[in-house]
T-cell receptor
Framework: SQTIHQWPATLVQPVGSPLSLECTVE??????LYWYRQAAGRGLQLLFY??????ISSEVPQNLSASRPQDRQFILSSKKLLLSDSGFYLC??????????FGQGTRLTVV | QKEVEQNSGPLSVPEGAIASLNCTYS??????FFWYRQYSGKSPELIMS????GDKEDGRFTAQLNKASQYVSLLIRDSQPSDSATYLC?????????FGPGTRLSVLP
């Protein structure tokens, strides 16, 4: 069966520090991969998605970037965090046009 | 017009009642629709997907899709306090999804 791993679960980072969040999927090949952000009490905002290795589509211009160095690995990065980057970051995967499944999320607090 | 609209709630129903959650969307080309449940502080979990007009039932949950009216709903029968959560409606948009803002459901004991 397919599983998705996302870490860390919580993170507190100072303003201006770098960020790296990692997501890996097991049990599937060539999944579509997604990064979402959810601000407190708000809906899901799609940040990036990828349909294959090295293919990244950005939905919202911002302080973040994403990379897909391997088929089942998706990384979210920032060189310098802003206070506004705080939120709940969710990785998700999908096979074709079927349902998406989410990882457990990373709660990021920028201080 | 927002791509996916939901009433933010809270929607309060007594235990044992039917909870009705509604969602409208603006893109007539959408083919796939999904309902997710999100408990506070947790990630969304899939409840049901629906692709064709009509009803789809899974246990206490029934999804209803009306593409002509651009409307999708989720009915929860015999609501339980454990159903208290935010329910997210989503539709496909090519390779990705568009989520609604979610409806907060509170089931009162």
């Amino acid at each position: 069966s397919q599983t998705i791993h996302q870490w860390p679960a919580t993170l507190v980072q100072p303003v201006g520090s770098p960020l790296s969040l990692e997501c890996t999927v097991e049990g599937t090949s060539n999944p579509n991969l997604y990064w979402y952000r959810q601000a407190a009490g708000r809906g899901l905002q799609l940040l990036f998605y990828s349909v294959g290795i090295g293919q990244i589509s950005s939905e919202v211009p911002q302080n973040l970037s994403a990379s897909r160095p391997q088929d089942r690995q998706f990384i979210l990065s920032s060189k310098k965090l802003l206070l506004s980057d705080s939120g709940f970051y969710l990785c998700a995967w999908r096979e074709g046009l079927a349902e998406a499944f989410f990882g457990q999320g990373t709660r990021l607090t920028v201080v | 017009q927002k791509e996916v609209e939901q009433n933010s709630g809270p929607l309060s129903v007594p235990e044992g009642a039917i909870a009705s959650l509604n969602c409208t969307y603006s893109d007539r080309g959408s083919q796939s629709f999904f309902w997710y449940r999100q408990y506070s502080g947790k990630s969304p979990e899939l409840i049901m997907s629906i692709y064709s007009n009509g009803d789809k039932e899974d246990g206490r949950f029934t999804a209803q899709l009306n593409k002509a009216s651009q409307y999708v709903s989720l009915l929860i029968r015999d609501s339980q306090p454990s159903d208290s959560a935010t329910y997210l409606c989503a539709r496909d948009r090519g390779q990705n999804f568009v989520f609604g803002p979610g409806t907060r459901l509170s089931v009162l004991p």
